[in-house]
């Protein structure tokens, strides 16, 4: 490994020198202690870029509304008309398909880790498929269908929709129990656009979440709006209202709700790159259970200092757009966030649309979008075959979706199963106590993409990536999986 580094220069002085001349924004140690901390603690390698200004190059001009569509649920036809949504879960991918896809993804498992099975529910064995059931539980802020308490079955589910209401505790207005300014006699909670985000980002971390950023909805953001929901397709609409509103037909965005508020949730490392089996990794189970409840926290403190808080996990805009814009990682050839220190082991990078003002934050550079045209360790491991392995385009790889907007790479989602496998394989996934080599990469990889390709060859050599899933049992891991030192 030293001879390693020696090869780079970043040894000893060369790694003084290396420091100096990348300090982000500032000509002198001075200077750059006088700029003061950054929202985000972020790698002092990471560049800001100008606003707008991705690593993944976007056209607005190719860019309009459209529906958010499910890739497997409705045929292209259907996705393009609302009308004509498939409501029932059903799939248009034939039980032929569904059988040969569930296979593969089952082999691919019991090759990479011999002598693992895919037990009763396709996922691992009997103490796994548990670990699955219990982090359901209001999974994707939804109430289960019908639950035991004081002795008896309740139908939960069937209860709110008798009344009007949806199966879930969130929606697009959030919970409202929290009291109002005006009800507790207070003025509305005034600070500057740099204080109000500080403050957000003190409230995200508490509710569970890591990073903050904030972007402004301009007319090309208001673009990356979907027209209509995925779940009840209820329309997407701008209004010069006052307040949002919401109702069976429709969500409405006030023009006074001017900011979009965004944030990052980890999950579990361990669990991430330990994944097996047909579908999502427990970590990603546990991430939206933790995600939808942190998003009513943060809508409900919005709402007691005299603001909307809207949105109700992605259901109105994509999460990577305005994540990417805000400068809460890089595109991922996976397609979707790339961070700088976690990688692809993040879940919930999710936007709430504010009235509250917020200082709007620039996008980031830390190599990440390059590396992976140099990488492709995610495509080449996808079972399926999903993950784009050509250079970035613009053009989608989905059938039935429109031009995206942005250069970059772009997943067939009609192809993905939702397996663990991408996640768990990214070379930036590195925890801390590995080893001051990973700083090292990371460090290199921001600032030249001579070594790209040999730094992805290295991580699969020196054994990254995918972990077995029975080995977790014997691990020492922390609590909600999240090792909060760095």
């Not at 037909?249 to 709700?257: I, R």
């Amino acid at each position: 490994r030293r001879d390693f580094m020696k090869a780079l220069g970043l040894t000893g002085a060369g790694l003084g020198a290396a420091m100096a001349t990348n300090m982000p924004g500032a000509n002198s140690l001075d200077e750059f202690i006088a700029n003061g901390p950054e929202v985000n603690e972020r790698p002092w390698w990471v560049k800001e870029r100008d606003f707008g200004d991705t690593t993944a190059k976007i056209d607005w001009s190719l860019i309009n509304r459209y529906p958010y569509q499910n890739a497997k649920r409705n045929t292209p036809e259907q996705s393009k008309d609302p009308t004509q949504w498939d409501k029932t879960g059903a799939t248009y991918v034939t039980p032929e398909e569904s059988a040969r896809r569930r296979e593969m993804l089952i082999e691919d498992s019991r090759k990479a880790f011999p002598g693992w099975e895919p037990g009763p529910k396709g996922i691992g064995d009997h103490r796994i498929t548990a670990m699955k059931y219990a982090s359901l539980f209001l999974a994707f802020g939804y109430f289960p269908g019908s639950m035991q308490t004081g002795g008896v079955r309740v139908p939960i589910s069937k209860m709110l929709t008798d009344a009007g209401g949806l199966p879930m505790y969130d929606s697009w207005l959030g919970i409202q129990n929290a009291p109002t300014p005006d009800q507790l006699g207070l003025p509305k909670w005034e600070g500057t656009p740099e204080e109000n985000l500080r403050m957000m980002r003190q409230v995200v971390r508490f509710f569970g979440g890591e990073d903050v950023g904030a972007v402004e909805i301009d007319d090309n953001v208001k673009k990356l709006f979907w027209t209509h929901t995925y779940d009840w397709g209820q329309r997407i609409e701008f209004e010069d209202v006052p307040e949002a509103y919401e109702t069976k037909e429709k969500l409405v965005v006030p023009h006074n709700c001017k900011y979009m508020l965004t944030w990052t949730m980890r999950q579990s490392f361990e669990l991430s790159r330990r994944g097996a089996g047909t579908s999502d990794s427990i970590a990603s189970y546990l991430s939206y259970v933790r995600g939808p409840l942190a998003t009513v926290q943060i809508k409900e403190f919005m709402r007691c200092l005299g603001y909307q808080g809207l949105g109700e996990d992605n259901q109105h805009c994509p999460s990577g757009a305005p994540a990417v814009l805000s400068g809460l990682g890089e595109l991922s050839r996976a397609s979707y966030i790339n961070h700088p220190k976690y990688g692809l082991s993040l879940r919930v990078v999710w936007g709430i649309p504010t009235d509250m003002p917020l200082a709007v934050t620039k996008p980031i550079d830390f190599g990440g979008f390059n590396f992976c045209k140099d990488c492709g360790i995610c495509a080449d491991t996808c079972p399926l075959g999903a993950i784009q392995k050509e250079d970035p385009t613009f053009e989608p790889q989905t059938p039935g979706f429109p031009v995206s907007g942005y250069e970059g790479y772009h997943t067939d989602y009609s192809k993905c199963p939702h397996c663990p496998v991408c996640m768990s394989v990214c070379p930036f996934n590195t925890p801390p106590e590995g080893s001051f080599i990973h700083d090292v990469v990371k460090l290199t990889t921001a600032n030249t993409t001579l070594f790209n390709g040999f730094f992805a060859n290295m991580s699969e050599t020196m054994g990254y990536g995918r972990k077995d899933p029975r080995d977790w049992w014997e691990t020492e891991d922390y609590p909600w999986g999240v090792n909060t030192t760095y």
